[in-house]
Structure formats: C-alpha cells, structure tokens
C-alpha cells in the first residue's frame, strides 16, 4: 500500500431517510475505518424524523462529513447527488440503516482496487438483525476475462446476487462518470440496473473474500413494502427490463449483453409470483392470485420474446451449472406454454426447499 500522502481518496456515499434508530451506527462505522483518507457524504433525502438533525450534527463535528438536503426523491437520485459533488477516486456506498463490517472495510477494498486496477470491486458480507449475525455470504467469483462471460452474469446476478446492489462496492469515480452511469428514479431495483449498466461496459473487476458489508435485515424495507402490492412490483420488474433494453439498443450491444435482460425477466417469475404465497390466506387463494399476475407478466413483448428464447437454449447453454441450466429451460417452455398452475406449485415447492432465498438473498 502507499505512504498516506498518496493514498486516493475514498468517497462514502450514504443516502439518509427514516432512518434515525440506525444512523448514528451506520457513521460510526465509517468514522471507525482504519484507512485515513475518506470523506463522507450523507444525502438526507427529505427524512421527516431526526435525521437532517443527526446529520448536521455529525458534519459540525468532523470537517471531512457534507451533508446535502433534498426533498425526497429516491435513495437512486440520493446517490447521484452524492456522487455528483464527490471529490475521491473511489466512490462507496453505503445505505444509512447498515454498516461498515469492520475497521479494515475500506482499506481492503482499496487496495484491491490499486492492486488491479479496478473500476469495480466486490466482497463478501453478512446479514443481522436486533438478535443474531448471519454467516458470511460469499460469492464464487473471479476477475480477468471470466468477467466478460454469460455465467459471470447468471453467478452474478441471479443465483449469487453479489453484483445487484450498490452497497458492498468500491467504484473508480472516473469510470462512472466517463460512461454517464446514474441511478433511475425508482423506489426498488435500481441499484441493478445501475449494475447492469455498469456490467455492459466490461469494467474490470476486482473480488475479495473479506466481509466488508454488515446488510440489516428489516420488515420496514422497500421491497418489504412490496409485498402488499405485488402489482406494482410487477410493474417495476417491467420498468427496470425496459429500461436496460433500450439501454442496450442505444449503446448497439442489445446481441452481447440479452443474457442479462433474459435473466432478469427469469428472476422476475419467482420473485413476483412469490409475494402472493407469503400471505396468510388459504394457499388455495395464494396460488390463484400467483396464477393470475404471471398470465399478466407472460403478456409483455419483451418477456414473452426474452423467454421464448431462454426455452429454446439461447444462453442457458453458457451456464456452467447442469441444475440451473435445467431449472431455467424448464420453467422457461412452462412459462412459455402458460402452464401457470404448474409454475405457481413449483414455486411453492421452491419455498419449502428454500431455493427462493438463494434467488433473493439481498430482497
């Protein structure tokens, strides 16, 4: 590692709102890194409790803490405005209910990143709540050309989930501004589309097995809140796929980089045919109303050519896996065949072997 004086900077990106019982921890494990050159950044996002106080607080006391007010907009537009006046290298962000996974977090990650040259680098991390630490969710990934392969992609974003957030990751500031990457408008997921974007401009990634990320698990979350309106979580899958595909159709890279909307639109069945299935009404009930927004899913253009395709091999064939390649081609032509009731017990069959929380560990 360098001297001090040449150490780059690290920007810590932290989006605030409704988060005052957590705050205070989340800065401190910032604030406790052992690596010196980091200035944080905390976005208040319109939060109506505490926090705008908490955070003016913080930056009165330490002179390399900013914060930026803003009427609520979305922790995505929180993160833009956060990375549009960061002054570091890197850019790093972390969400205000969790933390830093020991003092040592941000040095790691950086000295990968000089060490190769990153744009990108990832490590592992573990999930807590008020009483218990879960073991540490590691990926199975490597840098160098495997980064430009279709099961790089699957590994990443579907079965280990490790490239679909935000948080976790250490970004070369200059990488996303030179490629014009910001975060969309949307309440859930855009931190996957932001990474799909990342991914389709072949950055060079760096991966370390160090946990450097502590995720609180909440029933306040986005995505929990979801539960109570599968329609609109429908309707965002949607949103984020169109949005990436014309994304891919104005970049001209729609033919190398289909795989990633393909999987998606895959990951989609399960994750919005799930939320009915976690109600407490009569299973009966619960799997009709799966049923019945999966016909409403199988209508859109772009799912029923995305899954025609991956029921006909396209893709499935680059991943190493035999188990996930015969479980996407098959639920894929039931899915193309409108073989719904077959999908929604398969789905419920899935719940009971916890296949889903593989699919899904970062919802």
Same mark, same amino acid.
């Given at each position: 590692?360098?001297?001090?004086?040449?150490?780059?900077?690290?920007?810590?990106?932290?989006?605030?709102?409704?988060?005052?019982?957590?705050?205070?921890?989340?800065?401190?494990?910032?604030?406790?890194?052992?690596?010196?050159?980091?200035?944080?950044?905390?976005?208040?996002?319109?939060?109506?409790d505490?926090?705008p106080?908490?955070?003016?607080?913080?930056?009165?006391?330490?002179?390399?803490?900013?914060?930026?007010?803003?009427?609520?907009?979305?922790?995505?537009?929180?993160?833009?405005?956060?990375?549009?006046?960061a002054?570091?290298?890197?850019?790093?962000?972390?969400?205000?209910?969790?933390?830093l996974?020991?003092?040592?977090?941000?040095?790691?990650?950086?000295?990968k990143?000089?060490?190769?040259?990153?744009?990108?680098?990832?490590?592992?991390?573990?999930r807590?709540?008020?009483?218990?630490?879960?073991?540490?969710?590691?990926?199975?990934?490597?840098?160098g050309?495997?980064?430009?392969? $279709?099961?790089?992609? @699957?590994?990443? &974003? =579907?079965?280990?989930?490790?490239?679909?957030? !935000?948080? %976790?990751? /250490?970004?070369?500031?200059s990488?996303?501004?030179?490629?014009?990457?910001?975060?969309?408008?949307?309440?859930?997921?855009?931190?996957?589309?932001?990474?799909?974007?990342?991914?389709?401009?072949?950055?060079?990634?760096?991966?370390?097995?160090?946990?450097?990320?502590?995720?609180?698990?909440?029933?306040?979350?986005?995505?929990?809140?979801?539960?109570?309106?599968?329609?609109?979580?429908?309707?965002?899958?949607?949103? $984020?796929?169109?949005? @990436?595909?014309? &994304? =891919?159709?104005?970049?001209?890279?729609?033919? !190398?980089? %289909?795989? /990633?909307?393909?999987?998606?639109?895959?990951?989609?069945?399960?994750?919005?045919?799930?939320?009915?299935?976690?109600?407490?009404?009569?299973?009966?009930?619960?799997?009709?109303?799966?049923?019945?927004?999966?016909?409403?899913?199988?209508?859109h253009?772009?799912?029923?050519?995305?899954?025609?395709?991956?029921?006909?091999?396209?893709?499935?064939?680059?991943?190493?896996?035999?188990?996930?390649?015969?479980?996407?081609?098959?639920a894929?032509?039931?899915?193309?065949?409108?073989?719904?009731?077959?999908?929604?017990?398969?789905?419920?069959?899935?719940?009971?072997?916890?296949?889903?929380?593989?699919?899904?560990?970062?919802?």
């Amino acid at each position: 590692m360098q001297s001090d004086k040449k150490l780059p900077l690290v920007s810590v990106v932290i989006p605030v709102y409704k988060t005052e019982k957590y705050l205070e921890e989340c800065i401190a494990s910032v604030l406790a890194q052992d690596y010196q050159k980091i200035e944080m950044i905390l976005v208040d996002d319109g939060s109506p409790d505490r926090c705008p106080i908490i955070c003016q607080d913080y930056a009165g006391r330490y002179a390399h803490i900013r914060v930026i007010h803003q009427e609520n907009r979305g922790a995505g537009v929180a993160r833009n405005q956060g990375m549009e006046v960061a002054r570091g290298e890197y850019l790093l962000f972390v969400d205000s209910d969790d933390c830093l996974d020991g003092k040592g977090a941000v040095r790691r990650l950086v000295e990968k990143a000089e060490e190769g040259r990153a744009d990108i680098v990832t490590g592992n991390f573990r999930r807590f709540d008020a009483s218990r630490m879960s073991e540490v969710n590691r990926h199975h990934l490597r840098s160098g050309s495997y980064t430009r392969t $279709v099961d790089f992609r @699957f590994r990443g &974003f =579907l079965t280990e989930n490790h490239l679909v957030s !935000d948080w %976790g990751k /250490l970004y070369r500031t200059s990488f996303l501004r030179d490629k014009h990457i910001k975060h969309e408008k949307y309440h859930v997921m855009e931190d996957k589309l932001y990474n799909m974007m990342c991914c389709a401009y072949e950055p060079t990634y760096g991966f370390i097995q160090e946990s450097v990320y502590l995720y609180r698990v909440t029933e306040g979350s986005v995505t929990e809140q979801y539960k109570d309106n599968v329609g609109e979580l429908a309707k965002t899958w949607l949103h $984020v796929a169109e949005s @990436f595909w014309y &994304f =891919l159709k104005k970049q001209g890279i729609q033919d !190398d980089y %289909g795989d /990633l909307l393909a999987f998606h639109l895959f990951c989609g069945i399960f994750s919005i045919g799930r939320q009915p299935l976690q109600s407490q009404r009569k299973i009966r009930f619960r799997i009709k109303t799966t049923v019945n927004l999966l016909k409403v899913y199988g209508k859109h253009p772009l799912v029923k050519r995305m899954l025609m395709e991956l029921a006909k091999g396209k893709y499935v064939k680059a991943v190493s896996s035999v188990f996930w390649k015969v479980l996407v081609r098959a639920a894929s032509v039931l899915f193309c065949l409108r073989a719904y009731l077959t999908l929604a017990c398969g789905i419920v069959l899935f719940r009971g072997l916890g296949t889903e929380e593989r699919m899904s560990r970062l919802k």
